[in-house]
């Protein structure tokens, strides 16, 4: 059964940088979506970036420029690389995956990580 398991959250001040991890383990095909949702504190929560099968990927307008989401396939781990963090950015991140192949519609993830918390400081 495909795992999931999240690491690289802390605390930084706006305008820091993190990279947080995802390992994925159990893996029987390749065929499917992954990517990186968020909670925000009080709300709920929300895609963040996702990559499809063909490594095409997506990513929410307000982190565009910001976060980019990568996948080493070797290492089988999912990975996004956060600059210029915002207090905004602030929330639990998790690493999840879709049955889907080349669209990645987020009601479609199924399968979620435990999950790493980013707090940003003004």
């Known amino acids: 059964q495909l795992q999931l398991m999240e690491s690289g959250g802390g605390s930084v001040q706006a305008g820091g940088s993190l990279r947080l991890s995802c390992a994925v383990s159990g893996l029987t095909s390749r065929r499917y979506c992954i990517g990186w949702f968020r909670q925000p504190p009080g709300k709920e929560r929300e895609v963040v970036a996702t990559i499809n099968t063909y490594g095409s990927t997506t990513d929410k307008d307000s982190v565009q420029g910001r976060f980019t989401i990568s996948q080493d396939n070797v290492k089988n781990t999912l990975s996004l690389q956060m600059n210029s963090l915002k207090p905004e950015d602030t929330g639990m991140y998790y690493c999840?995956?879709?049955?889907?192949?080349?669209?990645?519609?987020?009601?479609?993830?199924?399968?979620w990580g435990q999950g790493t918390q980013v707090t940003v400081s003004s």
């Open positions: 999840a995956a879709s049955a889907m192949i080349r669209t990645c519609p987020s009601t479609t993830f199924g399968l």
